[in-house]
């Protein structure tokens, strides 16, 4: 099974010719949509072919916040603990990891995660801004929705809330679905590299799972990639989870890396989004959310 000229892994661009081996098939990923596609017959690939869902449509996110409505800076409310984690608005994650950014005068912190009958808190030192899903607590399940909420305290008394987070877990069929998905990802044996930012992230963010991405990309500038692409791909889906200081930390990582292998392309991309945080900085606090 497989291609008779292209080895696995090769990307595909419009005008390539897809040769199945006779009596095989060949298996592509499509970046755009995250679905795998089969091809049993010799094809010319182009556009038509992978394409965005007709049902996707420009949403305001971090990474374009021009259609966005914002009504205040991003430094305000600087006295207010910031949920960090879970990233984005879904995941597959039943025992997420909870962090927050800390504010001065707190003593203690309030976790809460909360859903329907389901409840747990915990309080942890000042010190805490990152919480690994308790093993004594009840996971998360499948098809729920829930509420995560960070008090501060200042001795027994709280003294600023964040914002409550709301985040769904996928339901049991979509998971067994991207576990299925991710295995023939791994089949293919490519560099971890490739694999975490090409593959993985594409089957991820066909489904939004922010949290599933963002997680497999730390873990590879974890283990000490030298990928310039590792850091620009994360510093990206940190702007995707309005993260803007965790994504010029990884911009500037980025950039360097890029620049001592003379990787142009790289560098062009990391200038792209250092302007998206730029805006993200100095907001035009009049616009209101573009109509499609």
């Known amino acids: ?67 966005c409505y914002i009504s205040k800076g991003p430094d305000e409310d600087k006295e207010v603990p910031t949920l960090i984690s879970p990233y984005g608005s879904s995941m597959l994650s039943t025992r997420p990891v909870i962090s927050w950014y800390g504010v001065s005068g707190a003593t203690s912190y309030t976790v809460i995660v909360k859903g329907y009958e389901f409840y747990w808190e915990k309080t942890v030192d000042k010190a805490i801004t ?14 729920n929705t829930y509420k995560f909420t960070v008090l501060a305290n200042s001795g027994d008394t ?45 089957v991820y963010m066909s489904r939004s799972l922010l949290n599933e991405t963002i997680e497999t990309l730390k873990a ?8 310039p692409a590792i850091y620009r791909v994360l510093a990206d889906r940190y702007l995707e989870a309005w993260l803007p200081n965790e994504a010029l930390r990884e911009y500037k990582k980025a950039a360097q890396l890029a620049k001592s292998t003379n ?30």
């Open 130 to 143: 990152s919480l690994p899903y308790p093993q004594e607590q009840k996971q998360l399940q499948f098809g």
């Open 1 to 67: 099974m497989g291609d008779r000229y292209l080895k696995a892994g090769t990307q595909l661009c419009p005008g390539d010719a897809i040769n199945p081996a006779n009596g095989g098939t060949v298996k592509a990923l499509c970046y755009l949509n995250g679905e795998f596609l089969n091809f049993k017959q010799k094809t010319i690939f182009d556009d038509s072919i992978c394409a965005i869902p007709q049902n996707i449509v420009e949403l305001c996110t971090g990474i374009n916040p021009s259609r």
């Open 263 to 292: 990787n142009l392309e790289e560098l062009a991309r990391v200038e792209e989004g250092l302007k998206i945080i730029d805006f993200y900085n100095h907001p035009p606090t009049s616009t209101k959310p573009a109509q499609k």
């Open 220 to 227: 590879r500038a974890t283990e000490g990639s030298q990928n």
């Open 158 to 202: 709280p003294i600023s809330s964040s914002e409550p987070l709301v985040v769904s877990v996928l339901p049991q069929d979509e998971q067994n679905r991207i576990v299925q998905q991710l295995k023939q990802v791994n089949e293919l044996e490519l560099p971890p590299d490739e694999a975490a930012i090409w593959d993985k992230d594409a």
